[in-house]
């Protein structure tokens, strides 16, 4: 079975402070793909960012960086400097990559992001 | 290049009448979803096309629910007939394959009265 936590449900911060969304993830498939997604106010989800579960190689991209760590089944996402355009739903996501559910994205519940001036 | 296209966007609907939702994916993306999507929560997968065929359609409750790709490009998902537990976003999205990133459209909020 594939399980996907977002422990936190809402987060509020003031502009400028970095936050870490937690990520926990279960599954009992060897290979599989961990992703990100974002869900402004207008509700289209936006892809952030995908993670082959071999690739244990920290990622950063501008503001945003990732932390993957297979020994605790975490895939942790950290905002740099906050910015009030950060303010959405992120959703942390596990995808296997054999059997009959290969291609399936398992969402977790998100987490709601708001970010204070 | 566009994105995922569906429509409408919003719907509202009596109980017991059908409905429909209308997805074009991204040009050349052969792997076609629709998800489901209650308010509060996480989407859920409804059914996953390759081209033409539906691979994976455990999660679609067929009593109500069908849904058809003609030709391997659009896709239309209905709902006959709809109740009132059925008002949620429909999201349909798009892939060059299974292992990849999938890219969304905006969703069509059905709402069941």
């Known amino acids: 079975a594939q399980k996907v936590t977002q422990a936190q449900t809402e987060i509020s911060v003031v502009e400028k402070e970095d936050v870490t969304l937690d990520c926990v993830y279960e599954?009992?498939?060897?290979?599989?793909?961990l992703f990100w997604y974002k869900q402004p106010p207008s509700g289209e989800l936006v892809f952030l960012i995908r993670?082959?579960?071999?690739?244990?190689q920290n990622e950063i991209s501008g503001r945003y960086s990732w932390n993957f760590q297979k020994s605790t089944s975490s895939f942790n996402f950290t905002i740099t400097a906050s910015q009030v355009v950060d303010s959405a739903v992120y959703f942390c996501?596990?995808?296997?990559?054999?059997?009959?559910?290969?291609?399936?994205?398992?969402f977790g519940r998100g987490t709601q992001l708001t970010v204070w001036p | 290049e566009a994105g995922v296209v569906q429509s409408p966007r919003y719907k509202i609907i009596e109980k017991k009448q059908p409905v429909a939702f209308w997805c074009n994916p991204i040009?050349?993306?052969?792997?076609l979803y629709w998800y489901l999507q209650n308010l509060g929560q996480g989407p859920e997968l409804l059914i996953r096309?390759?081209?033409?065929?539906?691979?994976?359609d455990s999660q679609l409750p067929k009593d109500r629910f069908s849904a058809e790709r003609l030709k391997g490009v659009d896709s239309t998902l209905k709902i006959q007939p709809a109740e009132l537990g059925d008002s949620a976003v429909y999201l349909c999205?798009?892939?060059?394959?299974?292992?990849?990133?999938?890219?969304f459209g905006p969703g069509t909020r059905l709402t069941v009265t």
């Open positions: 999205a798009s892939s060059p394959g299974h292992s990849y990133e999938q890219y």
């Open positions: 096309y390759e081209n033409e065929e539906a691979v994976d």
């Open positions: 993670r082959n579960s071999f690739d244990e």
């Open positions: 040009s050349g993306h052969n792997t």
């Open positions: 599954t009992r498939d060897t290979t599989y793909y």
């Open positions: 996501a596990l995808s296997p990559d054999r059997g009959s559910t290969l291609g399936r994205l398992y």
